[in-house]
């Protein structure tokens, strides 16, 4: 958290030269406390999807705290003409990069950095309860019956991270901490790293699943990752493995995969996001046994909210410091708008 002292020091800077940020608002995500402070950085306007064509134009600045919406693509052009950064709230920007803002000088932002431990974490409990079959542990503690089980030692099983960004890294840190041998898949194959030892294309995960026990879908939503793991490769996967997904529910052809999940190749999945969210209680998902299903939370510890502003507040302060020129330099998070993620 950052402190009451340097606050009030940017604060004396404040004048009407400050820059216009509008901060667009989600009603079920309400902005934390300490989010107030940029009222001591720039002008805000407060802006909803309904009214965030009155309050755009003129403005420097937009913050998605509601970080889903489409608002901006719906109101792109006279009223977004002074727009110089746009901050989303979140690490994934898919919903965020339509053509338009893509070709601008428009310089895009992201949460990178907040949810990395948070995932990695909800990754290796998710690999735990499987392996340690807590799942079926409670469902027999529910019907009051003792039956003893063998599990799987986890430190000597694999694991094969799919995006090999900071989430992807903070994850293969902590499952190799824990004994497990992880290999990367990203855009490109290469061989040391220092995370991931060897990382393989993308292109080529069929060709690769079946060799890990664990397969972890981490990698951004973009044209190239859009239904990678479709039915070939779910049916390249090794007999009794594990399909992870804490990344975008459109990286997975989902009626491939229930239907591979129903053939038990993939042995069991641990889905955090889905293609239609809230998840459908109509999806095939649902009643799946070897299907467990959470509510796209991987990351969302308590004090989440409070590092997103942080992280904000950061880079307002940049944006201040560098008089709003070279913000692709000045400012953290870049996003490289036609890879669809941060690069540096």
């Known amino acids: ?49 309904d009214t965030l064509a009155d309050e755009l134009p003129g403005a420097d600045i937009l913050v998605l705290w509601d970080f889903f ?21 979140a690490a994934g ?16 932002t992201n949460a990178s950095g907040v949810f990395d431990q948070p995932i990695a ?3 290796l409990a ?28 986890t430190g000597q099983s694999s694991a094969l991270v799919v995006g090999t960004g900071g989430i992807g890294r903070a994850t293969a840190r ?19 790293d220092p995370d991931f ?22 990698a951004p939503l973009t044209p190239q990752t859009d239904q990678m793991v479709d039915a070939r490769v779910l049916a390249a996967m090794k007999p009794g493995a594990h399909l992870i997904n804490v990344g975008r529910g459109q990286l997975v052809d989902e009626p491939a995969l229930v239907a591979a999940l129903k053939a038990g190749t993939p042995a069991a999945a641990s889905l955090d996001v889905f293609v ?16 467990a299903i959470s509510a796209h939370m991987s990351g969302d510890v308590l004090g989440w909210r409070d590092s997103l502003a942080d992280q904000v507040l950061d880079n307002l302060r940049k944006y201040r410091e560098s008089g709003g020129i070279g913000l692709d330099r000045a400012l953290s998070n870049v996003v490289d708008k036609q890879r669809g993620y941060v690069t540096r």
């Open 1 to 49: 958290m950052l402190s009451m002292d340097r606050w009030l020091q940017w604060a004396v800077m404040a004048s009407d030269a400050d820059p216009v940020l509008v901060l667009l608002g989600a009603d079920e995500v309400a902005p934390p406390g300490n989010l107030a402070y940029i009222e001591d950085l720039a002008r805000v306007r407060h802006a909803t999807a």
């Open 69 to 89: 919406s489409r608002s901006l693509a719906e109101n792109w052009g006279d009223p977004t003409a002074s727009l110089r950064w746009v901050h989303v709230c």
């Open 93 to 108: 920007v898919d919903s965020l990069l339509f053509d338009d803002l893509v070709s601008s000088d428009v310089v895009v």
């Open 121 to 123: 974490e909800f990754v």
């Open 126 to 153: 998710s690999i735990l309860a499987r392996d340690k079959r807590l799942h079926e542990s409670m469902a027999l503690q529910g019907e009051h019956r003792w039956r003893h089980r063998e599990t799987t030692l």
């Open 174 to 192: 902590l499952l190799t901490a824990v004994g497990m041998r992880v290999t990367g898949a990203g855009r490109t194959a290469r061989t040391g």
């Open 197 to 218: 030892g060897d990382v393989i294309a993308t292109a080529d995960l069929a060709a690769h699943v079946g060799d890990f026990d664990n397969v972890i879908l981490l």
């Open 276 to 291: 239609d969210e809230p998840l459908s209680p109509d999806s095939g998902l649902w009643d799946l046994p070897n299907v």
